[in-house]
C-alpha cells in the first residue's frame, strides 16, 4: 500500500502548521475561504467544511502566511519557524448549520484534491489538507 505522505529527500525537513478557523461562537468556520503564502509567494488556497486545515511546508526560516474570508471579513496568521499552531477567529458568524461535504484543497495552478493536494510552487513542495 502507498504511503499518503509526501516523498522527501532525507535531507529536506518538513514542518507541519495546523490551523483551526472558527466563527464568532467558537464554532467550525464552515464556508470560510483560505489562502497561503510562503515566503510572500502564493502557494495555494482551501474552501474549509470542518474548520480545520493543515500545510506542510519545508522547515526553514520562511514565514507561511495565511489568509482566511468569511462573509466578507479577513482575517490574517503568519507563521515563522517555530510557530506551528495556531487559530483565526472571526467578529461574524458562518452562518451554515449543515455539514458541508468535505473540504477542498488548491493549488495555485488550480490542481485540487479532497481533502489533500502537493503543490510545487517554484521548486517548493507544499502540502495543504482542508
Given amino acids: 500500500m502507498a504511503s499518503s505522505r509526501m516523498q522527501t529527500t ?7 502548521v495546523n ?3 472558527l466563527d464568532k461562537n ?7 475561504k483560505i ?4 515566503n510572500g509567494t502564493p502557494c495555494g488556497r482551501a474552501n474549509l467544511s470542518g474548520g480545520k486545515v493543515s500545510v506542510e511546508v519545508p522547515d ?3 514565514v ?3 489568509v482566511a474570508e468569511l462573509s466578507g471579513e479577513t482575517q490574517s496568521l503568519d507563521f515563522a ?5 495556531g487559530v483565526i477567529q472571526f467578529l461574524t458568524s458562518s452562518g451554515l448549520t ?5 473540504g477542498t484543497a488548491i493549488c495555485p495552478d488550480n490542481t485540487s484534491g479532497q481533502p489533500c493536494v502537493d503543490c510545487r510552487v517554484g521548486g517548493v513542495l507544499i502540502r495543504i489538507c482542508a
Fill in 26 to 32: 467558537g464554532n467550525p468556520a464552515r464556508g470560510a
Fill in 64 to 66: 507561511l502566511t495565511a
Fill in 35 to 38: 489562502s497561503f503564502q510562503f
Fill in 10 to 16: 532525507n535531507s529536506e525537513r518538513r514542518r507541519q
Fill in 19 to 21: 490551523i483551526a478557523v
Fill in 81 to 85: 519557524r517555530g510557530h506551528n499552531e
Fill in 98 to 102: 449543515t455539514i458541508l461535504p468535505n
Fill in 60 to 62: 526553514t526560516d520562511e
